[in-house]
């Protein structure tokens, strides 16, 4: 089956390290720290996609328990990523640019036993689109318009 949704995002920048998005009214800004030239006004494109990651998974295991009839009480998902920054500072390395790992931890409230916990967060990691997005190459274009 083909992608039949699309979901589109526009941002904009002007003086500044400030980049502004209006995302379905949601009003939006990523920043730098102070020390990185910013004016910390938002959280960094890093955080944020760190952020999404586990919003995402929190968001779907919602939905699962929903779906599998689990009353989960609550889920908290930390997330890490380690990475090199001189890559995205323009000095030479070796290194990829991106992250080099992400670790994901999640504390679920459901009366289920460890075992099922985490087969049930292996199963929502496995339905969260950004999961995949990072697990599996995905083809990006870029252009000017």
Do not use: W
């Not at 699309?6 to 020390?35: C, E, L, W, Y």
């Not at 494109?45 to 609550?74: D, H, N, V, W």
């Not at 889920?75 to 890559?87: S, T």
């Not at 460890?114 to 087969?119: G, L, P």
Request: hydrophobic share 40%; proline share 4%.
């Amino acid at each position: 089956m083909a992608a039949n949704k699309v979901i589109s995002v526009s941002t904009s920048m002007n003086a500044g390290a400030q980049v502004h998005a209006d995302i379905r009214g949601h009003k939006v800004t990523i920043d730098q720290p102070k020390q990185a030239g910013g004016t910390d006004e938002g959280p960094t494109p890093l955080e944020y996609f760190l952020f999404s990651l586990a919003g995402c998974i929190a968001s779907i295991a919602r939905i699962a328990a929903t779906q599998q009839k689990i009353e989960m009480r609550s889920i908290n998902v930390d997330v890490d990523g380690a990475m090199n920054p001189a890559g995205l500072l323009g000095k030479p390395t070796e290194d990829r640019v991106g992250f080099q790992t992400i670790t994901v931890k999640a504390q679920i409230d459901a009366d289920l036993s460890d075992e099922e916990k985490a087969t049930f967060l292996e199963e929502v990691c496995h339905r969260c689109p950004l999961d995949d997005n990072i697990m599996l190459e995905t083809k990006v274009t870029h252009s000017l318009v």
